[in-house]
């Protein structure tokens, strides 16, 4: 494995200190938001990282290796990248073998997290189980990892793109716990809440540390969903959000999109049709995200004696 790894020595370090590090994704940098906001957040979510302890490790896969801590100028290299793949898990062996510069997904990103020995892991919107799964089948391999591999992931919910009912059902039968930060409705991204319950709720970061603690102590492999709720002046309501998804859900069937292309597609939709207002509060929420991460990760790593 060691031959496809390159962990950057700052994050070595702090991994062999048992310091806290936050692994950061890169399809939201490639995929998720245009330039030059992809890489303004980039860097500033990496500095929130570390203004609440922790190092922040940016993963990415280039030059035949899967990277674990990006320096500045391969993250502008993402962010001003055309022609990036995104690697989803089934990706992850071409890029790699044919030495393509690959945006990894929550999926492909907790996976090289794990190979690096990161437990928590910092986002804005999991994948899930699209509206119309039921026809189409797709449903994001980010839930399927999630039951296999021990990471934590901080996100803002599920982003109502997606089927938030079915997504929550999805994690239930997988086994993977869902928890809200502070508040009893799930978040839906944008949208402070879902219309839907949070299946478990938690007040301090130190009980959130615990949990993850008690879950992999007892062998109890898998991720924990930690959702953090966009606070409620920087969201978009839910039922306004709703109009234009319906419209981006439209505009992909009758322009055929499906597969890796629906997620980029819908999210550059919202953006271009809310001036802009999704983008800014995606900017939000994923800050909002990095501090609760690094918090986490400290809490994490003060209970590792005991
Ligand atoms: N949700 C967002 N923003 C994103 C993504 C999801 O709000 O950028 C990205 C993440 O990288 C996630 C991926 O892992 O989309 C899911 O893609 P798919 O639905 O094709 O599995
Ligand atoms: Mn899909």
New binding site residues.
């Given amino acids: 494995m060691k031959a496809f790894l390159e962990i950057n020595p700052e994050v070595q370090l702090a991994l062999e200190q048992n310091k806290p590090v936050v692994a950061l994704?890169s399809?939201?940098i490639s995929?998720?938001m245009p330039y030059p906001q992809n890489i303004e957040t980039a860097k500033a979510v990496e500095s929130i990282v570390r203004e609440y302890g922790a190092v922040p490790a940016t993963i990415a896969i280039m030059d035949g290796k899967c990277r674990v801590g990006l320096s500045e100028e391969q993250l502008l290299t993402f962010a001003q990248s055309t022609n990036t793949w995104k690697v989803?898990l089934r990706d992850m062996p071409f890029v790699v073998s044919q030495q393509l510069m690959g945006a990894t997904?929550?999926?492909a990103t907790m996976r090289i997290a794990a190979m690096a020995g990161i437990k928590v892991f910092v986002?804005?919107?999991?994948?899930g189980v699209h509206r119309d799964a039921a026809t189409t089948m797709d449903i994001?391999?980010?839930l399927t990892e999630m039951a296999n591999t021990s990471v934590a992931i901080i996100s803002a919910g599920v982003?109502s793109i997606l089927d938030i009912g079915l997504t929550l059902e999805y994690l239930e039968t997988m086994g993977i716990p869902v928890v809200t930060f502070r508040q009893n409705s799930f978040p839906s991204?944008y949208s402070n809440s879902s219309g839907f319950d949070s299946p478990l709720r938690l007040e301090t970061v130190a009980d959130i540390a615990a949990m993850l603690h008690a879950k992999w102590k007892m062998q109890l492999s898998g991720a924990v969903l930690v959702a953090n709720p966009i606070p409620i002046d920087q969201e978009i309501p839910a039922a306004i959000i709703e109009i234009t998804i319906v419209k981006a859900l439209e505009a992909a069937k009758a322009q055929n999109v499906f597969g890796?292309n629906?997620?980029p597609f819908l999210?550059k939709y919202i953006a271009d049709h809310t001036m802009g207002e999704s983008l800014s509060s995606n900017i939000a929420l994923i800050k909002n995200n990095a501090k609760l991460g690094a918090e986490i990760a400290l809490a994490f790593s003060k209970q590792i004696v005991g």
């Fill in positions: 994704e399809t939201i995929h998720g989803s997904t929550v999926a986002t804005g919107g999991i994948g994001s391999a980010d982003k991204f890796k629906l997620t999210l």
